[in-house]
């Protein structure tokens, strides 16, 4: 089984800061990681996700996280956040391969101040 | 394809009666997924369908609820003789895997608002 802990329950953070958002899995076998945004009164939509290859991962909207299999992390950073960044972000993780069931962190809520 | 769809959004019920809720997902994807997500707490896996097979259940999902998608599109989520622990947010996903080795991304749709009063 996987377990997923995002160390913050909320960030404040000014507009135009950096920020990172903490993630950490375990696992016993190969994982897939993602991070989900929710928006006040919306479903999920997928930011990013590591499968393979570069343990670095980017979305189209200026976010990345690196996957770190030595320290169990997937945190996820953005070097200048804007207003309309504020939303909850939740990590996820599942085994790799195929149909692998998905488990969700209890979610990080960004504040962006402006 | 605009996506996975849901409905209602909202729906208010009194302690005991039962309601049903529908998911559409994305056209071309085969798996489709619950989740509960109460206030605070990342979505809870509920169920899972490949096709119209039902393969995973959560121990979560008591005797109360029932998930079907009988022609492998849409599907439906029922609660019998709801509980005010039932209110929750309840999430729809979908996903196909795409080739060998091809990721089986989940995509949600805006899930439906449970409030047993």
């Known amino acids: 089984a996987q377990s997923v802990t995002q160390l913050d329950s909320q960030v404040p953070v000014f507009e135009e800061a950096p920020v990172e958002l903490r993630c950490n899995y375990s696992?016993?076998?190969?994982?897939?990681l993602f991070w989900y945004v929710q928006y006040p009164n919306q479903g999920l939509q997928l930011l990013l996700k590591?499968?393979?290859?570069?343990?670095l991962v980017e979305s189209i909207n200026g976010f990345e996280a690196e996957f770190n299999k030595s320290q169990t992390s997937f945190h996820l950073r953005k070097p200048s956040v804007h207003i309309s960044d504020t939303a909850e972000y939740f990590c996820?993780?599942?085994?790799?391969?195929?149909?692998?069931?998905?488990?969700f962190g209890t979610g990080t809520k960004l504040q962006v101040i402006p | 394809d605009t996506g996975v769809s849901q409905n209602p959004r909202h729906k208010i019920t009194k302690r005991g009666q039962n309601v049903t809720f529908r998911c559409d997902p994305i056209?071309?994807?085969?798996?489709l997924y619950w989740y509960r997500q109460t206030l605070g707490q990342g979505p809870e896996f509920l169920t899972y369908?490949?096709?119209?097979?039902?393969?995973?259940k959560s121990r979560l999902l008591s005797d109360r609820f029932s998930a079907e998608r009988p022609k492998g599109s849409f599907s439906t989520l029922e609660i019998q003789r709801t509980e005010q622990g039932d209110s929750a947010m309840y999430l729809c996903?979908?996903?196909?895997?795409?080739?060998?080795?091809?990721?089986?991304?989940?995509?949600f749709g805006p899930g439906t608002r449970l409030t047993v009063l």
């Open positions: 996903a979908s996903s196909s895997r795409i080739g060998k080795g091809g990721t089986d991304t989940q995509y």
């Open positions: 590591y499968l393979s290859g570069s343990t």
């Open positions: 696992s016993s076998v190969s994982v897939y």
């Open positions: 369908f490949q096709n119209e097979a039902q393969l995973e």
């Open positions: 996820a993780v599942s085994a790799s391969g195929g149909y692998q069931k998905v488990t």
């Open positions: 056209s071309e994807h085969n798996r």
